[in-house]
T-cell receptor, first 111, second 113 residues
Framework: QKEVEQNSGPLSVPEGAIASLNCTYSDRGSQSFFWYRQYSGKSPELIMFIYSNGDKEDGRFTAQLNKASQYVSLLIRDSQPSDSATYLCAVYGGSNYKLTFGKGTLLTVNP | DTAVSQTPKYLVTQMGNDKSIKCEQNLGHDTMYWYKQDSKKFLKIMFSYNNKELIINETVPNRFSPKSPDKAHLNLHINSLELGDSAVYFC????????????FGPGTRLTVT
């Protein structure tokens, strides 16, 4: 069973702090890794993707991938109240065309 | 312009009825998906079509039948609706079936009473 695990939270950080969201996956053959943000009552919105080991930065967001540890994370710098949402980690396994989602981490940024 | 659109946005119906949800994408993508998000917010793949061909068919009741008339459209028909079918159904699309980023529609909230 291919699984993607996330801490469900809620993760609460003060405005301006760094929020760190973590995700582990079980399928060593996984090739692509995605972070989606989902506001309450809205659809998932793709915010980052990463394919290679290391860091990938886009504005205030940094995705980190460590395939040896089967670990992917998302850092949000200078967190804003508008970042308050559920963050979904998704992993593409490669052999079956399926994107497997974690259950999401609820992030709350307090003003 | 909306990239991935779904109709209807809300659907309230009684047990035993048959209903359809429609999805359209104007991104020029080849691959489309149906996901179900339950009350615990867990998002799970149901079906996927690549250029009108079914490539993912998860273990869902055969009361659920997808149809792709062309690569820009993917519809979901549900027969004999049950209480447990209540959920938010999301359509998504991607450039292709392998490794590509998926973009989601706004969702259809189905409530079965």
């Amino acid at each position: 069973q291919k699984e993607v695990e996330q801490n469900s939270g809620p993760l609460s950080v003060p405005e301006g702090a760094i929020a760190s969201l973590n995700c582990t996956y079980s399928d060593r053959g996984s090739q692509s890794f995605f972070w989606y943000r989902q506001y309450s009552g809205k659809s998932p919105e793709l915010i980052m993707f990463i394919y290679s080991n290391g860091d990938k930065e886009d504005g205030r967001f940094t995705a980190q991938l460590n395939k040896a540890s089967q670990y992917v994370s998302l850092l949000i710098r200078d967190s804003q109240p508008s970042d308050s949402a559920t963050y979904l980690c998704a992993v593409y396994g490669g052999s079956n065309y399926k994107l497997t989602f974690g259950k999401g981490t609820l992030l709350t940024v307090n003003p | 312009d909306t990239a991935v659109s779904q109709t209807p946005k809300y659907l309230v119906t009684q047990m035993g009825n048959d209903k359809s949800i429609k999805c359209e994408q104007n991104l020029g993508h080849d691959t489309m998906y149906w996901y179900k998000q339950d009350s615990k917010k867990f998002l799970k793949i149901m079906f996927s079509y690549n250029n009108k061909e079914l490539i993912i068919n998860e273990t869902v009741p055969n009361r659920f039948s997808p149809k792709s008339p062309d690569k820009a459209h993917l519809n979901l028909h549900i027969n004999s609706l049950e209480l447990g079918d209540s959920a938010v159904y999301f359509c998504a699309s991607s450039q292709g079936p392998l490794n590509y980023e998926q973009y989601f529609g706004p969702g259809t909230r189905l409530t079965v009473t």
